[in-house]
């Protein structure tokens, strides 16, 4: 996969429980969506119905967790996720719990079961070796802790890359969305110094559609790219239409 070699992806994120929207975007050329699972209102059934139509569709389907937990982390891998992200890793000791909880042993403790990745069970030994090869784990880097310990996470065997959380990142230093702030802005200096000294993806993630600031990221050296969110597409089009409408009624 690109994103294995630090190749350019862009990507998107999900954030509505609604197969039909993860279709139409899976088929809108994104390289990978995100099936949101920490902030958003998402079920486990919803999560398994989006990484089908995402991976039929022919687009590598993701899911952000919920937390550094083998529970959430072994479900979001057993419905068929090539890989996930997982949120507010801090130190390297939490980068290599999240890689014991997605491999198989003896590499890892992954938990041992049949359900859509393992072709329903029929597929076990074919998923293995899949698995162990390609695996996608970014580690989310959305702490003030976390930009200070980059070099490490990103040294753990099994971390593909990361991705920056710039909102919990911000709020971590006080500072929440606020993402022109002198701290801020020097805490993501940092995880971008800390990118260009690794082999391994860098991500962030553009949440308000912004093709200048896109370009921007790329030109900096990120690979692993998400841009929008479903959610953001349609309340930016509801927010513009919204106010075409309001000006033709108040000139009936």
Request: aromatic share 8%; charged share 25%.
């Amino acid at each position: 996969m690109k994103l294995k070699n630090n190749q350019l992806t862009i990507g998107s994120w999900l954030s509505f429980g609604f197969p039909p929207i993860a279709e139409m975007m899976a088929k809108a050329g994104y390289d990978w969506l995100v099936v949101d699972m920490e902030h958003t209102g998402i079920a486990t059934n919803e999560m398994f119905q989006m990484i089908q139509v995402i991976d039929l569709a022919g687009c590598t389907p993701l899911v952000r967790v919920g937390a550094n937990d083998p529970l959430l982390i072994k479900r979001a891998m057993d419905s068929g996720a090539h890989g996930v992200i997982v949120p507010m890793i801090c130190t390297p000791d939490e980068a290599k719990m999240a890689v014991d909880s997605i491999y198989y042993p003896p590499r890892g403790s992954r938990g041992v079961g049949l359900s859509r990745a393992q072709d329903y069970g029929l597929g076990f030994e074919r998923y293995k070796e899949w698995a162990e090869k390609e695996t996608i784990l970014i580690a989310q880097i959305e702490h003030y802790k976390a930009a200070g310990s980059i070099d490490e996470i990103l040294a753990v065997d099994g971390i593909d890359g990361f991705i920056i959380g710039p909102y919990d990142l911000s709020g971590s230093l006080g500072h929440p969305g606020n993402f022109e702030h002198p701290d801020v802005v020097a805490c993501l200096d940092k995880v971008t110094a800390g990118m260009k000294r690794s082999p391994k993806a860098g991500g962030v993630h553009v949440v308000m559609p912004d093709e200048d600031l896109l370009r921007k990221r790329i030109e900096e050296g990120y690979t692993f790219v998400a841009y929008g969110d479903d959610m953001v597409f349609l309340a930016e089009k509801l927010r513009d239409d919204s106010a075409i409408v309001n000006d033709l009624l108040k000139n009936r």
